[in-house]
C-alpha cells in the first residue's frame, strides 16, 4: 500500500490527511512495535472497571492495524499478553481471551481485505485450546496473504524468547563457532522478519518491560502520554514524523538516515 491508499481512507482537509502529507515515503519504517499500555488507567479516569480499557483498546488495536496496513508497513507487532499478565485477577485475564477472540472473529474479513498476514509470537501453546483454535485458524486463513504482517505478541516475555530460541539453536545441533548473531536471529519468533525500526510505548511509561529485547538493540523509542485506548492514526503518524527526523547512527558516525537504508 502506500500514502495514497492511507489518504483515501482519511478524511480529506482532516489534520490527519496533513499530517500524512508530511511524511516522507523514502524513510517509513519497516517493522513499527507498540507496547500498549494505559488501558487500566483510562478505565480509572472514566470509573469504569479495568476490562472496559481493555475493551475500548480493541477500537485503538482496528484503527493502528488498518493505519498501519495503508501506509505500507513490512510489520506491526502489538504487544496483547505478557508471561507477567497471568498475575492478574482471573476474570481479567478471561476478558482480555474473550477480547482477543471476538476481535479475530470480527476482524478477519478486514485483514483479509488489506492483504494482512496475521501471526502470533511468544507461548501460545500455554493458551487455552478455544483461544489456540483460534488463533490458528485467523493466521491459517491469512497464511496466503502478501502484504503487512500483523504479529500479536501473545504470552510473550522478552527473555523466555531468546531462552526459547537457545532451546532451539541446541535442539538442533549447531556447532557453537557456526552462531552468531544473525544465525541466532533465525530461532527467534521473529525470524526472517526486520527488527524493529521504531518502538512505541503509551501511557508515558519509560521502560521496555522485557518487551523483544533482542530486536530492539537498534530501535528508535517514542514514547507518548497517550493512554491506549486512545491511541489513533494521528498519534502513529506523529511517532513515524518523529522518527523520520532521528539520525540512526547504529554505533558509527552522523549519516543521513536515508544512507544508512533505515527504512
Ligand atoms: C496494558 O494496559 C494492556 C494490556 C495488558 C492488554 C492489551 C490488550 C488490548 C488492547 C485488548 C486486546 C488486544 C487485541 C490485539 C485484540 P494495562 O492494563 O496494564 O493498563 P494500566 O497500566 O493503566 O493498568
Not at 489518504?7 to 482537509?13: N, Q, R, S, T, V
Request: contains cysteine; glycine residues 6%.
Amino acid at each position: 500500500m502506500s500514502l495514497e491508499q492511507l489518504l483515501a481512507w482519511i478524511p480529506p482537509g482532516s489534520p490527519d490527511a496533513a499530517l500524512v502529507r508530511q511524511l516522507n515515503p523514502d524513510l517509513l519504517p519497516a517493522h513499527v512495535a507498540i507496547i500498549m499500555d494505559g488501558n487500566g488507567r483510562w478505565a480509572a479516569k472514566r470509573h469504569l472497571p479495568r476490562v472496559e480499557g481493555h475493551r475500548a483498546g480493541i477500537d485503538a488495536v482496528r484503527d493502528t492495524v488498518e493505519t498501519s496496513a495503508r501506509l505500507g508497513l513490512q510489520v506491526l507487532t502489538l504487544w496483547a499478553f505478557s508471561v507477567d499478565n497471568w498475575k492478574r485477577p482471573r476474570s481479567e485475564v478471561n476478558t482480555l481471551m474473550r477480547l482477543l477472540k471476538r476481535y479475530l472473529r470480527l476482524e478477519l474479513a478486514t485483514l483479509m481485505t488489506n492483504n494482512i498476514r496475521f501471526r502470533v509470537i511468544g507461548r501460545p501453546d500455554e493458551l487455552a485450546p478455544d483461544v489456540r483454535r483460534e488463533l490458528q485458524a485467523a493466521e491459517a486463513e491469512t497464511a496466503g496473504n502478501t502484504g503487512m504482517e500483523f504479529n500479536i505478541a501473545l504470552n510473550y516475555g522478552g527473555r523466555a524468547e531468546i531462552v526459547d530460541a537457545v532451546r532451539r539453536v541446541l535442539a538442533a545441533g549447531l556447532p557453537p563457532e557456526e552462531l552468531d548473531e544473525e544465525r541466532f536471529s533465525r530461532y527467534l519468533y521473529t525470524a526472517g522478519q526486520p527488527d524493529p525500526d521504531l518502538l512505541i510505548r503509551t501511557s508515558g511509561e519509560m521502560r521496555l518491560s522485557n518487551f523483544l529485547l533482542w530486536q530492539i538493540a537498534y530501535s528508535e523509542i517514542w514514547v507518548t502520554d497517550t493512554l491506549w485506548p486512545d491511541f489513533r492514526c494521528r498519534h502513529l503518524l506523529d511517532a513515524i514524523l518523529a522518527f523520520q527526523k532521528r539520525d540512526r547512527r547504529y554505533g558509527g558516525i552522523k549519516t543521513p538516515a536515508v544512507a544508512l537504508g533505515a527504512k
